[in-house]
Every structure is written in structure tokens, then in C-alpha cells.
């Protein structure tokens, strides 16, 4: 969730929100635009979510400006009795309601979601980054108990629990600090999909009237996604659990357990197959081209296509040949489980981040092939010394950790106007020679 637009917590270059309007099975969250292999995100502050999905206000934006809409106080009592004929009740309305105000930040932010548009590549330094790699370690290692209870009870293995829980919420550091009645309310009457946002406000009154949450700590992001792992109302209510047996299904918690749990649960639902990989990176040959054919690794095998170590991929079930940067960038053969983890987010980049992540926090390689990038590329370290460099500039880095997310793209920019280069934001080794040149 978070500082950015969207809920990457460090990613840059998250997916393109566009509503979902299908049922809540579709999908925990607003999604992507669904099309090419790779379909650029959104996100906010320098920390990745979304991610591509709705996302998080930036650093140093104004938490929650709010002010007086005589109109929307007449939709707050219009919508009241649509509320009441869906069953909650006035006391849960009149109690979720109190000072609730017009925000025009969040519909600013709703409105302004097509910004730092970057390559897969960019977006996968991002969310695999070495610092995002290591916490998601120190979180397995801290949450190991819980999280071997959570695979053994549902079948979903620890680190991809473990990848969304760092993709999503950058392990429960960026949860999202807006009141989401205030935020959805905004939303439902002036935004640009008022029945979704309308439909998410009811659920969210059903969650308060359930007694999981109190108002005041019911916070998330800008567009309704709540706790650890981002669920939007209507995705808590369907797949939601009480793992801890407290009686709630507590999501905001500072302990994770009910969130990672609901997570694992959400991806069982759709089908999740304990011992199959979720896909992996392999070798294919040279101008051969793969469409959205799937076939057994046996038979790709026959035609070709191998593991990265140049071994035939084991039988774990029908695969396409995915390569989200064309036949010049790394390829990758994916499995069902890809398609389930595009559920709690339907685009190509997220699922490669996850899935990545999760074999990275295991102990798992980097991606071995190289990308079309264009330029040449900093190191995670010559990363952290560009933004320390911008900084002392003047220019505003919030951090120094090497996730190039959109302050750090548009301190680049600035920079570059200010010396006379071309803005084009990248964190090239061009750059830094200049930054240290100037």
C-alpha cells in the first residue's frame, strides 16, 4: 500500500488500473486492463504495491484534505437509506458517517493514475529488489510457525505468501493511513466508477456492523484496499478468515497472521496447486515464437524449450512460453498457478514480481537472461548513491534504498532539465557520470 498511487510499496512501474466490474471472484482489487503480455502499472512513493492497483498517496501529499460539499452531505443522507435497505443498520451508518467530508484529494488521485509508466524490467528491479528480498527473508523467518500452519492448512507454499504480503504492503510497513469510509464515500459520489465504489462502501459497512473492525481503524489506501495484503471490501468479505480464532478477521493488525492467512485462502479458491511452480525462466530457440500454445514441458522439451540450466522442465502440468519483453528479454515457461496468482491482481508484471519474489525468498537465482533496456543500467549500490547524490541536490529523495520509484523519476527529471539533458527519467550509468559531473 504505502506511498504511492497505487499499493507497490517501491514499485515504479506498477499495471494501468481500470475497474473491475465483474463479481467480487474476479479479483481482490480493481484491475488491470487485461491484452498485451505486459501491461505497464502504477505507483507512488519510492517503495513499490501496483502494482498495480489502486495505490497510496506520496510523501509529503496531505493525508486527508477534506472540505465542505453541501452536495455530498445530500448523497451521504440519499445513500444512507440505500444502505439501511441492504441491511446495515442506522446506529453501524450514523457511527461510520460522523465527520465523514468530501475529499478531493482522493478523487484527484483517482483521476490521475497513468504517470510513471515503466518497462518490466524497471518494474521487476522494483519488486525483486535486493533490499525487498531480504526483508521478505527476515519475515519468513520471523512468521515461520504461522506461515508453515497457513501452507499445511491450505496449500499454498510460505514464501508465495510471503511474496504478495512484500509486494503488497512491503511486509506490513505501508498498510495505507486513509479512513476508508471517507475515501470510498468520496468515490461513490464523484468518481469515475461510482456504482463499483458504491457496492465497495456497502461491504465495508457490513464488515463494521460484523464487529471485525472499529471505524477509526478501519484505514487503507485511497481506493478502498485494506491491510497487509490489500483486500477491497467485497474480496474481504468472500475470502477473509479468522485464522488466530479471536472471533474477528482482523487484517489491520500489527500481527499479520489473519491477513497472510486470507491470502492463502483467496488463492486456494482459485485453485492453487501445492508443488507446482508458478513458472520459471527458461531457454528457447532462436527466432521461435510461442503465441498462447500451451503443451506439457515434455513436449516443449521436444521443440526446444529448456530449463535455464539447459535440462528439460519436469512434467508439473501445461505451460505456455511467456516473454513479457519480446524474444530479446528473458522468457518464461508458466504454469496454472501463474494464472492464479493474476486473480489477486490480473496483470502479467505482477505475477512475474510475485512469483519471482517468492523463488527469490526461497533462495532462488536472479533472472539469468538480460533485457532490452536501452541504456545501461545502475547496480542496486550505484542506485543508492544516484538518489544520495540527488539529494544533497536538493531534489526530493524521500529514501535512500535503491527502489527507483516515481519521486525518485521525477527528481531524475528535474535534474535533468536543470543541466540541460533530456528528462527522460532513467537511472542509467549516463546519469550518475552527470551527477557527479555537475
Do not use: C
Not at 40 to 60: E, I, S, Y
Amino acid at each position: 500500500m504505502r506511498a504511492v498511487i497505487l499499493g507497490l510499496s517501491g514499485l515504479f512501474l506498477g499495471i494501468s488500473p481500470s475497474w473491475a466490474t465483474g463479481a467480487v471472484e474476479e479479483s481482490l482489487r480493481p484491475q488491470s486492463r487485461p491484452g498485451a503480455a505486459f501491461t505497464p502499472a502504477v505507483v507512488l512513493n519510492d517503495v513499490p504495491t501496483q502494482v498495480l492497483r489502486p495505490q497510496m498517496r506520496p510523501a509529503g501529499v496531505e493525508v486527508f484534505h477534506v472540505t465542505a460539499n453541501p452536495e455530498f452531505d445530500r448523497w451521504i443522507a440519499g445513500f444512507r437509506g440505500r444502505a439501511l435497505s441492504q441491511g446495515i443498520s442506522g446506529q453501524v451508518f450514523d457511527r461510520a458517517f460522523r465527520g465523514v467530508r468530501y475529499d478531493p484529494d482522493v478523487v484527484a488521485k483517482d483521476r490521475n493514475q497513468s504517470e510513471f509508466k515503466r518497462e518490466i524490467w524497471d518494474y521487476l528491479d522494483n519488486a525483486v529488489s535486493p533490499v525487498r528480498v531480504e526483508n521478505g527473508q527476515r519475515a519468513l523467518r520471523r512468521h515461520r510457525r504461522t506461515l508453515d500452519r497457513i501452507e499445511a492448512h491450505y496449500g499454498v507454499e510460505k514464501e508465495v505468501v510471503a511474496a504478495v504480503w512484500g509486494m503488497e504492503s512491503t511486509y506490513g510497513e505501508r498498510l495505507g493511513d486513509l479512513p476508508l469510509i471517507g475515501s470510498m464515500a468520496t468515490l461513490a459520489y464523484d468518481g469515475r466508477r461510482g456504482a463499483f465504489f458504491e457496492k465497495q462502501l456497502i461491504a465495508a459497512l457490513k464488515i463494521l456492523q460484523s464487529g471485525d473492525v472499529t471505524p477509526d481503524r478501519m484505514k487503507g489506501s485511497w481506493a478502498g484496499a485494506m491491510g497487509h495484503t490489500q483486500f477491497m471490501p467485497t474480496s474481504y468479505e468472500a475470502y477473509a478468515v479468522d485464522f488466530t480464532g479471536d472471533g474477528k478477521r482482523d487484517v489491520w493488525s500489527d500481527d499479520p497472521t489473519d491477513a497472510l492467512a486470507s491470502t492463502a485462502a483467496y488463492l486456494k479458491r482459485f485453485g492453487w496447486r501445492k508443488g507446482m511452480p508458478w513458472g520459471m525462466e527458461v531457454q528457447v530457440p532462436r527466432g521461435a515464437s510461442f503465441g498462447s500454445t500451451s503443451r506439457m514441458p515434455s513436449d516443449w522439451a521436444a521443440r526446444g524449450v529448456v530449463g535455464i540450466d539447459g535440462r528439460p522442465v519436469r512434467d508439473f502440468g501445461s505451460a505456455r512460453i511467456l516473454q513479457p519483453a519480446g524474444p530479446a528479454g528473458a522468457s518464461f515457461m508458466v504454469f496454472a498457478n501463474f494464472d492464479v496468482i493474476k486473480r489477486y491482481n490480473n496483470a502479467d508484471a505482477y505475477a512475474l514480481g510475485v512469483g519471482h519474489l517468492s523463488d527469490r525468498i526461497a533462495g532462488g537465482p536472479e533472472i539469468q537472461a538480460s533485457w532490452p533496456r536501452g541504456y545501461d543500467p545502475l547496480t542496486f549500490d550505484q542506485r543508492k548513491e544516484m538518489q544520495r547524490r540527488l539529494q544533497r541536490k536538493g531534489y526530493a529523495v524521500e529514501k535512500i534504498d535503491g527502489i527507483v520509484g516515481p519521486n525518485t523519476v521525477a527528481a531524475i527529471r528535474a535534474f535533468q532539465q536543470s543541466v540541460g539533458a533530456t528528462p527522460d527519467g532513467l537511472p542509467s550509468q549516463q546519469l550518475l557520470a552527470l551527477l557527479k559531473r555537475s
